[in-house]
């Protein structure tokens, strides 16, 4: 790098995410199904003062005026890890640089933190370092810092939250089958949180461990899944919303028998359909952390319900391109 092109100061914006169907039967080779949505990380990069090794910290609130730090959370020695591949792949000057991370995406709850985290890091350090990185520099580097997080990740969560748009998604071995899928109307939904999960990467190698031992039961589950997202995705390009929200039902029920939903997850989903949800699902790994309602004009009464029953919730608008967020 040409040391006078450094910049003293830049950003990078990337949405978190949500599957519609395809957590977990993704990581097997399966058709998934995921949106973008309109709550997302920022991050920072400056020159560091002191030249006393490499920082990061949250700034503000990371979500819900929770402040959220790096460098105080246990997620640090997966943070230690994420910076060695950094300082492996852009060399010494990434200790000369403090990253500020922002922004109001729920940490930990399966809707892309990590993810949207490692995309605006490398859109950041590509401003920063004038590196010129195109969407596939991008997706290289935010798989390699995806596999640190999740362990292993089937590259679905920073594919959709690169491209920012509703996406079908299939790895076959190292192959990925990606398709923009054009949305015929909006997708509103609210969001439940049920607290932290259990770390994707607990939740798939758990999950793997299941498998081993009834191969063919959870083939099956699995199979089922990808025809779901086969059906979801013509839905959403019908503009079906009754069907879609359907099929998020039947994928959650799928999801249940494969041991990753949780009872506040399931009472979530229970709220928000007698709220008037066209359909209800837990979504990312599971374990924990967040379901989707697909609101059908109930978003008010829903979000109040979940609020009144005890749990954060917030709305969010799904596949629409957030570039001027930023
Ligand atoms: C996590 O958001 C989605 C999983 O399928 C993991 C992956 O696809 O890498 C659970």
Do not use: W
């Not at 990581?27 to 990380?41: K, Q, S």
């Not at 492996?88 to 949207?116: C, N, T, Y």
């Not at 009754?242 to 994928?251: P, Q, R």
């Amino acid at each position: 790098m040409d040391k006078d092109k450094a910049v003293n100061y830049a950003v990078g914006y990337a949405p978190g995410k949500v599957i519609l169907v395809g957590e977990h039967s993704a990581v097997y080779g399966h058709e998934a199904i995921a949106l973008p949505i309109d709550a997302g990380v920022r991050v920072a990069i400056t020159r560091l003062g002191l030249k006393n090794g490499p920082s990061i910290r949250g700034l503000g609130s990371f979500f819900m005026g929770q402040t959220f730090y790096f460098d105080r959370s246990s997620t640090q020695g997966i943070i230690s890890q994420v910076f060695q591949y950094l300082m492996d792949k852009f060399g010494p000057r990434m200790q000369e640089v403090e990253i500020i991370v922002d922004g109001d995406l729920p940490r930990g709850h399966g809707l892309g933190s990590s993810a949207a985290f490692s995309v605006s890091l490398l859109r950041a350090l590509s401003n920063y370092f004038s590196l010129q990185f195109g969407d596939a520099d991008i997706a290289f580097h935010a798989h390699a810092l995806e596999n640190i997080f999740h362990g292993r990740s089937s590259g679905l969560d920073h594919t959709v939250v690169i491209k920012d748009q509703a996406i079908s998604f299939q790895r076959i071995k190292e192959e990925m089958k990606i398709e923009i899928i054009e949305l015929k109307v909006p997708i509103s939904l609210v969001i439940g949180l049920a607290g932290p999960h259990d770390g994707t990467k607990n939740a798939v190698a758990k999950l793997f461990e299941r498998k081993k031992r009834m191969q063919k039961i959870y083939d099956h589950i699995f199979l089922g899944l990808n025809g779901i997202a086969i059906e979801i995705k013509q839905a959403l390009l019908d503009g079906n919303m009754a069907k879609m929200g359907e099929l998020m039902n039947i994928a959650h029920g799928y999801l249940c028998a494969l041991g990753v939903s949780t009872t506040e997850i399931d009472h979530l989903c229970s709220i928000a359909k007698n709220q008037g949800a066209l359909g209800a699902k837990i979504t990312g790994a599971g374990g924990g952390g967040a379901m989707i309602a697909l609101a059908n004009g109930n978003e008010d009464a829903i979000l109040s319900a979940f609020n009144s029953a005890g749990f954060m919730a917030f709305k969010a608008a799904a596949g629409a391109n957030n570039q001027n967020l930023r």
